[in-house]
C-alpha cells in the first residue's frame, strides 16, 4: 500500500470518503462512497439500505386498507399522492366508480402536497448550497398547507386520508377558504423565492451547467418527474395517462430541455405555479355529493396483475399489485422514483467538484424512505 | 480640538508616572502591560458573547424569527448559557490524532487574533502599543491564524477536515493579497502606516470620502476579502457544514471548540475595526466641511463610541451577507479573487497613487 | 397502438410469445431465454419503440420464479408487460436487459437481493439493501424464508 502511494504520481492518486449515512447534504440515512482526485469527484457509489424497512414484504400480509398506512413512509413528504396510487389501483382492479366529489378533493390535496414537497426541496436546496435563509423561508409557507392538512386530515404528515373507494372523512367545511387564502398568499411569497436565490448571482454560477442530463440518459436511467422534464423527457404522468381530475384541468408540463441542476431547480419553480393553477380550477367546483363510495368490509381483489401510475412530486410513483384473490395481495411492489433518479448519480457528479456532488445530490431531491423501502 | 474633552492620554500618563514613583521602572512596565492583558481578555470575553449574540438576533431577524429569547430578558444570557454549557462538555479525544498539534491549533488561532488587537487604536489614549508599523505588525499577525486551521485540519485525522483546511489554506493565501493591497491603497493617500497618525489625518474628513472612488473601490476590496480570510459566509468553503460537515473544526468538542468560535468572532470584530479605522476614520467623529454647528455637535459624541458604532455597522454588513448569500464553490473563489479582484485592485493602486500625485482629493 | 395492434407486431417478432388479456396494458408471458433479443427487438423496431423500462419486479410464485418488464415507449406512449417465467426456483438465473436500459441495473440488483435471481452479464451483480447485514440472511421475499426474530406469523 505504501509503495502503491510512493510510486503513483500525485495528481493520479485517489482518496474515499464516506458522505453519509450521517451527513447535512445526504437528507437522511444515504451513504455515497466517494472517490475523490483532490476536490474532483472520480466515482459517486450509492450504499442503500439503512432505512431498508421491508415495506413490499410487510405488505403481503396486510389487507388493502392497511396498505395505504405503510405507503404513508415511503416518500413521507406526498403522503396523500402514495396513498392515491395504491386507492386507484384497488379501485381501478374492482372497478368501483368513486364519487366527482372524492375525485376533486383527491386532486386538490394531490397538488397541495406536490407544493408542500417542493417548498420543503427548495428550503433544503438553499441550505445545500450555504443560503440558510431559505430554510426558514420555505418552511414558513409550508406551514400554511400543513395547517390545511392537519385540519381535514387530523394530520399533517403522514394523513393516510385516502381509502379505498373514497376518504376516511369528508373535508372540513373551512377547507375551501382557507385553500383559496393560502393561494392568494403564496401567490405573493412564491417571487420572493426568485428574490432570494434564482436570480443571485452565486447561485446561478453553482448550478448553470452543473451535472448535465440528457435526454436519452434521463430515459434509460429512468429520471422522471421534474429531474426528467428538465432534462426534455415529456414524462408527467397527469398528462399522458391522466388520472383523478387530471383530464378536466388546464396545466403546463414544466419542460427544459437543458437538464442541468439549475433547470432541474426552474423546473420544480415552475411545477409550484402549476399546481397553484391547478388547484384554483378545481376549489370552487367541488360538487356535492358522498365523500366514499360504498365498499365491501373485507376487499378482495380479483386474481390478476394491476400496476397504477400517478405522477409524485418526486416523479413516476407506481404500485404493481399481484393478487391471488386473497384479502392480501401476493405480492407488492413500488416503483419508486427516487430509487431511479438516485441511480444517475455517479453519470452526473463525475469530474465534478464535490461541492457540486452536493448540489447535484440535492437537485435530484432525494427522499431515503422512498429509495430503501 | 473639541474632542480633546475626551482625551485619555493624560490619565494614562498620570497612571504610569504613579506607578513609576512607587516601584523601579522595570516592575512598572511589567504591572501596565498585565493590566492590559486583563483589560484585553475581558473586552475579547465580552465582545465575544456579544458578538455571538448579535449574529443570533440579527441571523432570526433575516429569517423571519425572533431569535433567542428564552433567558434573559431578551435572550441576553443565552451567550452565556450556551459558553457554560460548552466549558462542562466532554472533550473527546481523538484516535490517531495527532495530540499535540491537535490542542496546539485552537491556541494558536486565538492568541494570533489577541495579538492583533493590540495595535488597534480605540480611542485617543486608548491604544495599547503604537507602533509605527501598526498596520503592517497587524496583516503579519492575523494571517498567523491560518496555521492554526491547518494544524487543525492536519492533526485530526479526518479527511473532511483536511479538506476544509486545505481549501482554507488556499483562500486565506489568495486573499491576503487583496487586503494588503487594498490596505496599500489607503496607505499611499496617509503616507503612514501608524494607526494613530492615519486616525489623525482623517479629522477633517474620512478616508471613504476624501480618496474619490479609488478610496471606495479599496473599501469594497477590503470588505469581500475580509470577508474571505475571516472565513465566513459566503466564503465559508472551509467550514461549509452542507459539504464537510464541519470542516477543520469537526472533531473538536468542548472548550476547544468554543476557542474556534470565539475566534472567528474576534476575527470579524478585527477585521471590522481595521476597516472602520483606515476607511471610516476609526474614532473620529464625522466632520462635514464648514459646518461649524454640526461638527461641535458630533465632537461631544465620546470617541469610543464612534469607534464602535463604525465598527458595529460593518459586523453587521458581514452579517447581513452571511446570512442571504449561497456558498461559493473552491474554483469560484479563486477565480474571483485572482482574475477580478487582484488585477482591479492593482491598478486601482495606481489611479490611487495618480489622485495623491497631482492632490486630486479633498 | 392498441393493445391488439401491439400484440400482432410481437406475435410477428416472437411467434412462441403468450399472451394474458383482461388487464389495462397487454401482458407478454414469455420463457426466460427470449427476454433479452425480445426487449432489444422492442426497443429498436421504430414504430414500437420502447425505450422506457418502468419497472422492474421479481416474483415468487410456488412452484417457479418470474420477472416483470414494465415498459412504455416515450414516443407513441404505449405500455407493454413482459412477464419472463423462470421454471425453476433453485438458482434462478436470467440475461440481464441492464445493457439496453441502465434503470435495469439497480432494479436487478434489488431483484437479486430479495429474490435471489442471477442476472447474466450483469455488470455489478451485488447485493444492494442488504449488503452490511450479513451474507448469509438469504433472500427474504421468497415466500419460503424463514426468520423467527423478525418475522411474526399470525
Redesign the interface.
Known amino acids: 500500500m505504501t509503495e502503491e502511494i510512493l510510486t503513483t504520481p500525485l495528481e493520479q492518486q485517489e482518496y474515499t470518503i464516506n458522505m453519509g449515512p450521517q451527513h447535512p447534504s445526504t437528507h437522511g440515512v444515504l451513504r455515497y462512497v466517494v472517490s475523490l482526485k483532490g476536490e474532483i469527484v472520480h466515482k459517486v457509489e450509492p ?4 432505512i ?1 424497512r ?1 415495506i ?2 410487510m405488505c403481503e ?1 396486510l389487507t388493502y386498507p392497511q396498505i395505504i398506512h405503510l405507503t404513508d413512509r415511503l416518500d413521507y413528504l406526498t403522503a396523500h399522492i402514495n396513498n392515491h396510487a395504491v386507492c386507484l389501483a384497488v379501485e ?1 382492479a374492482l372497478q368501483v366508480e368513486v364519487p366527482e366529489r372524492v375525485v376533486y378533493i383527491r386532486t386538490i390535496m394531490d397538488e397541495l402536497n406536490r407544493i408542500a414537497s417542493h417548498q420543503l426541496w427548495w428550503c433544503a436546496y438553499g441550505m445545500d448550497l450555504g443560503g440558510l435563509t431559505c430554510f426558514f423561508y420555505g418552511l414558513r409557507d409550508r406551514e400554511k398547507i400543513l395547517d390545511i392538512f392537519e385540519e381535514s386530515c387530523g394530520s399533517r404528515l403522514l394523513h393516510s386520508y385516502y381509502t379505498p373507494g373514497g376518504l376516511m372523512k369528508d373535508i372540513n367545511p373551512n377547507f375551501q377558504k382557507r385553500t383559496k387564502e393560502f393561494i392568494k398568499y403564496f401567490r405573493k411569497k412564491l417571487p420572493e423565492y426568485d428574490q432570494l436565490l434564482t436570480g443571485n448571482v452565486i447561485f446561478q454560477e453553482r448550478t448553470k451547467g452543473v451535472g448535465p442530463l440528457t435526454k436519452e ?1 434521463a ?4 429520471v422522471t418527474g421534474p429531474n426528467g422534464r428538465a432534462s426534455g ?3 408527467d404522468v397527469r398528462k ?1 395517462h391522466p388520472y383523478a381530475a387530471y383530464d378536466k384541468v388546464d396545466f403546463k408540463e414544466a419542460f427544459y430541455t437543458e437538464g442541468d441542476t439549475f433547470h432541474r431547480y426552474k423546473a420544480r419553480i415552475d411545477e409550484m405555479w402549476e399546481s397553484m393553477k391547478i388547484i384554483e380550477q378545481l376549489v370552487d367546483n367541488i360538487p356535492e355529493g358522498d365523500y366514499s363510495a360504498k365498499m365491501k368490509a373485507v376487499i378482495k381483489l380479483p386474481e ?4 397504477q ?1 400517478v405522477e409524485a412530486a418526486k416523479g ?1 410513483f ?1 404500485i ?1 399489485i ?1 393478487s391471488d384473490g386473497n384479502k392480501t395481495p ?2 407488492v ?1 413500488f ?1 419508486s422514483p427516487n ?2 433518479n ?3 448519480i455517479d453519470l452526473l457528479s463525475k469530474n465534478f467538484k464535490i461541492a457540486d456532488l452536493v448540489a447535484i445530490s440535492g437537485s435530484l431531491d432525494l427522499v431515503i424512505p422512498d429509495i ?1 423501502r | 480640538m473639541a474632542f480633546s474633552i475626551y482625551d485619555l492620554t493624560s490619565f494614562n500618563q498620570w497612571v504610569d508616572k504613579g506607578l513609576n514613583s512607587v516601584m523601579s521602572p522595570l516592575w512598572a512596565t511589567i504591572t501596565e502591560m498585565a493590566i492590559i492583558g486583563v483589560v484585553f481578555l475581558l473586552f475579547y470575553a465580552v465582545v465575544g458573547l456579544f458578538l455571538v449574540y448579535a449574529e443570533r438576533k440579527i441571523c432570526g431577524f433575516i429569517q423571519c424569527r425572533v431569535g433567542p429569547n428564552r433567558v434573559g430578558p431578551y435572550g441576553i444570557f443565552q451567550t452565556i448559557a450556551d459558553f457554560i454549557k460548552l466549558l462542562m462538555k466532554e472533550l473527546v479525544p481523538i484516535n490517531k490524532a495527532d495530540k499535540f498539534l491537535f490542542n496546539l491549533a485552537p491556541f494558536i488561532i486565538i492568541i494570533a487574533s489577541m495579538m492583533a488587537l493590540a495595535a488597534i487604536p480605540f480611542a485617543k489614549g486608548i491604544h495599547a502599543i503604537d507602533f509605527n508599523i501598526g498596520i503592517f505588525y497587524i496583516l503579519a499577525v492575523s494571517s498567523m491564524g491560518v496555521i492554526g486551521i491547518l494544524l487543525a485540519g492536519w492533526s485530526s485525522n479526518n479527511k473532511y477536515s483536511l479538506i476544509g483546511a486545505m481549501r482554507s489554506g488556499a483562500q486565506i493565501v489568495s486573499y491576503e493579497l487583496s487586503v494588503g493591497l487594498s490596505i496599500l491603497t489607503a496607505c499611499i493617500m496617509f503616507g503612514s502606516l501608524q494607526l494613530s497618525t492615519i486616525v489623525e489625518s482623517q479629522a477633517d474628513c474620512w478616508l471613504i470620502f476624501r480618496g474619490h472612488l479609488p478610496a471606495f473601490i479599496a473599501f469594497l476590496i477590503y470588505m469581500i476579502a475580509a470577508t474571505a480570510e475571516t472565513n465566513r459566509g459566503p466564503f465559508d468553503l472551509a467550514e461549509a457544514e452542507s459539504e464537510l460537515t464541519a470542516g477543520f473544526h469537526t472533531e473538536y468538542s468542548g472548550i476547544k471548540f468554543a476557542f474556534f468560535f470565539l475566534a472567528e468572532y474576534m476575527n470579524m470584530f478585527l477585521v471590522a475595526s481595521i476597516a472602520a479605522t483606515i476607511f471610516w476614520g476609526g474614532w473620529m467623529p464625522l466632520h462635514i466641511g464648514h459646518w461649524t454647528g454640526f461638527n461641535m455637535v458630533m465632537d461631544f459624541i465620546p470617541p469610543a463610541v464612534w469607534y464602535l458604532g463604525k465598527t458595529a455597522v460593518i459586523i453587521w454588513l458581514m452579517m447581513w451577507f452571511k446570512w442571504t448569500f449561497p456558498r461559493l464553490r473552491i474554483d469560484q473563489l479563486l477565480t474571483l479573487e485572482w482574475k477580478y479582484l487582484l488585477p482591479i485592485n492593482l491598478l486601482n493602486i495606481l489611479v490611487m497613487a495618480l489622485v495623491v500625485l497631482m492632490g486630486w482629493h479633498f | 397502438m392498441s393493445n391488439q395492434e401491439l400484440k400482432e407486431k410481437i406475435q410477428a417478432l416472437l411467434p412462441t410469445a403468450e399472451f394474458a388479456e ?4 397487454l ?1 407478454v408471458v414469455i420463457p426466460k431465454e427470449k427476454i433479452h433479443s425480445l426487449c432489444k427487438s422492442l426497443k429498436e423496431t421504430p414504430e414500437l419503440a420502447f ?5 422492474e ?1 421479481g ?2 410464485y410456488p412452484d417457479k420464479m418470474a420477472v ?1 418488464y ?1 415498459l412504455e415507449s ?1 414516443l407513441h ?1 404505449h405500455m407493454l ?1 413482459i412477464k419472463a417465467i423462470i421454471p425453476t426456483r433453485e438458482n434462478p438465473e436470467i440475461h440481464t436487459v441492464s445493457d439496453l ?3 435495469a ?2 432494479h436487478e440488483r ?1 431483484i437479486w437481493d ?1 429474490f435471489g435471481i442471477n442476472f447474466k452479464n450483469h455488470p455489478d451483480m451485488r447485493r ?6 450479513s451474507d448469509n440472511i438469504g433472500h ?2 421468497r415466500k419460503d424464508y424463514q426468520d423467527e426474530v423478525n418475522i411474526i406469523e ?1
Open positions: 450504499h442503500l439500505g439503512y431498508h421491508g413490499e414484504k400480509k381501478g440518459e430515459i434509460s436511467y429512468g423527457f415529456s414524462c399522458h390478476g396483475e394491476y400496476f401510475r413516476d407506481g404493481f399481484i401476493y405480492r411492489k416503483r430509487f431511479c438516485l441511480s444517475c430503501d | 383482461g388487464g389495462k396494458w401482458t425505450d422506457f423500462l418502468l419497472c419486479s416474483v415468487d416483470f414494465h416515450t406512449r408487460v436500459y441502465q434503470t441495473n439497480y434489488e430479495f444492494i439493501f442488504l449488503d452490511e447485514i427474504p421475499f399470525r
